[in-house]
Nanobody, 115 residues
Framework: QVQFEESGGGLVQPGGSLRLSCSAS????????MAWYRQGAGTQRDWVAN???????TYADSVRDRFTISKDVPRDTVYLEMTDLKPEDTAVYYC?????????WGQGTQVTVSS
């Protein structure tokens, strides 16, 4: 069964940076377009960025030029490099395929941007 395990979140001041990692079992990053999603308190889960099998990337307007998605296929890992973080980036971050198929969500990793 495919599993996603997100890590790398934490508490950071506005303007700071974090690097999130998503370990995906079953060679998923080499077979599917992968994406990061996020869900703030009391809000729906939103799409943040994706990376295709051939490593083309797309970003939500709110994070373009601040976030970078990448992947390491041999390690079955997808990354999200986040810079110039803002309080509105506070959320639980998840990875999954894009579009979503039948794989369960992981636990996510909490990112809190606050002074």
């Amino acid at each position: 069964q495919v599993q996603f395990e997100e890590s790398g979140g934490g508490l950071v001041q506005p303007g700071g940076s974090l690097r999130l990692s998503c370990s995906a079992s079953g060679s998923i990053p080499s077979l599917y377009t992968m994406a990061w999603y996020r869900q703030g308190a009391g809000t729906q889960r939103d799409w943040v960025a994706n990376i295709t099998i051939d490593e083309r990337t797309t970003y939500a307007d709110s994070v373009r030029d601040r976030f970078t998605i990448s992947k390491d296929v041999p390690r079955d890992t997808v990354y999200l490099e986040m810079t110039d973080l803002k309080p509105e980036d506070t959320a639980v971050y998840y990875c999954n395929t894009d579009p979503l198929v039948t794989f369960n969500w992981g636990q996510g990793t909490q990112v809190t941007v606050s002074s």
